[in-house]
């Protein structure tokens, strides 16, 4: 077996089950007790020793890539790593909403970071439907003045989250083994959020000792169906269709985050109605992008 299965879908459906995915995370985030480092320390760790399984005893191929390669994927790592501490963080600190909210600027960032990293010219309408999301994220900041670190905190997973996107596309698309991909990634994620545990936990490391079978549960859901299946897909959709058009897609995973948050904890008791017309024009950019790129034949 080549890779990790997938459904035999359109490459959009399958997109959407990715959107679908991600939103978990952050609901199991919610659900998890534990801080955010030794959430994520778990997280990327578990999903390490599940894409090398796979790998290893399941489809039989190679871990080792070359020392080039291998270190410009731990080098990715490190930048998922930063990117889960701070989403995770945004979670804990302030809510799921927030968190997915802010993380919807992937689409700005994206549009400045691909062209620049690809050495290509910035397209102009890219970065106006980027300012609308923007324009969003600060009516939802102006309405939740109580909740501007885990919004910072959340913005800042999402600048990461617009580089090493682009980057794995690009890796993808010159013959890299996406799966081989997420266990060198993991690792060195892994490596990261271990380190950052002393500095924001107050249990230090004694926190990576825990015995709650709920915990357990929803950790293995997140490492295995949430990072190491869903990785690999990202990694395949990603020689399909361009970072930017991947990352304006992702604009849809606060709005299926939201509707359970609110379904599940409630949280739409917390909200106000600057939060949602700030979530509607980011969806609205989301709308806006195939039409636009139409008409200027992109």
Not at 46 to 57: D, H, Q, R, Y
Not at 193 to 212: H, K, R, V
Request: charged share 10%; glycine share 8%.
């Amino acid at each position: 077996m080549a890779a990790v299965p997938s459904c035999a879908i359109h490459p959009t459906l399958q997109l959407h089950l990715l959107m679908l995915i991600f939103a978990a995370t952050t609901i199991l985030g919610r659900l998890i007790s534990l801080s955010a480092p030794v959430l994520v320390t778990w997280r990327c760790l578990l999903a390490t020793a599940g894409a090398m399984l796979w790998v290893k005893v399941m489809s039989k191929r190679k871990l080792w890539l070359g020392r080039v390669v291998v270190g410009k994927l731990m080098g990715v790592g490190v930048l998922i790593g930063l990117h889960w501490l701070c989403l995770f963080g945004a979670v804990k600190i302030a809510n799921i909403s927030i968190a997915l909210a802010g993380l919807a600027t992937l689409s700005l960032f994206t549009a400045i970071a691909e062209p620049l990293l690809n050495r290509q010219r910035i397209k102009r309408y890219e970065v106006m439907l980027g300012l609308l999301v923007l324009g969003g994220i600060v009516l939802i900041a102006g309405a939740q003045s109580n909740y501007f670190l885990g919004l910072g905190l959340a913005l800042l997973s999402a600048l990461l989250a617009a580089i090493f996107m682009v980057i794995n596309k690009h890796m993808v698309v010159t013959g890299s083994d996406p799966l081989v991909m997420v266990f060198w990634e993991m690792m060195s994620a892994t490596v990261v959020c271990f380190l950052a545990i002393p500095i924001f936990d107050p249990s230090g490391f004694e926190a990576m000792a825990f015995t709650d079978p709920l915990d357990w549960l929803w950790l293995l859901i997140l490492a295995f169906v949430c990072t190491v299946y869903a990785q690999d897909l990202t990694n395949r959709l990603l020689r399909q269709i361009s970072a930017y058009k991947f990352n304006l897609a992702a604009n849809f995973e606060p709005v299926y985050g939201i509707v359970a948050a609110a379904l599940i904890f409630g949280e739409h008791q917390e909200l106000q109605l600057t939060f949602y017309l700030g979530a509607l024009t980011i969806l609205l950019a989301n709308f806006l992008q195939p039409r636009l790129q139409r008409r200027f034949g992109i």
